[in-house]
């Protein structure tokens, strides 16, 4: 398995971070099990995002056009 790419390791962190004080914030949690709850939620949230965020050089290889077959040519007379 490759190494995590520093753009991951952002992402994932600001996403912990973030998510873990928006769903605490919002949630009220004030016991043990909320708020333990919460932080794993984040880090699985954080996990997610950081294995989506897309190697380099991993993205879709573009393919030239395919020309056109004579019966879908228009004629270009004037």
């Given amino acids: 398995m490759p190494r995590p790419t520093p753009a991951q ?5 600001c996403t912990v971070i973030l998510s873990t004080l928006a769903m ?13 709850v919460i932080a794993l939620a984040a880090l699985a949230l ?8 897309p190697l380099p050089g991993t993205g879709a290889a573009v393919r030239p056009a395919e020309p056109a077959r004579e019966s879908e040519r228009v004629p270009t007379t004037l």
Avoid: E, H, K, P
């Fill in 9 to 13: 390791l952002a992402y994932g962190s």
């Fill in 46 to 53: 954080g996990l997610l995002v950081a294995m989506t965020v």
């Fill in 24 to 36: 605490l914030l919002l949630s009220q949690a004030s016991s043990v099990l909320a708020v333990a």
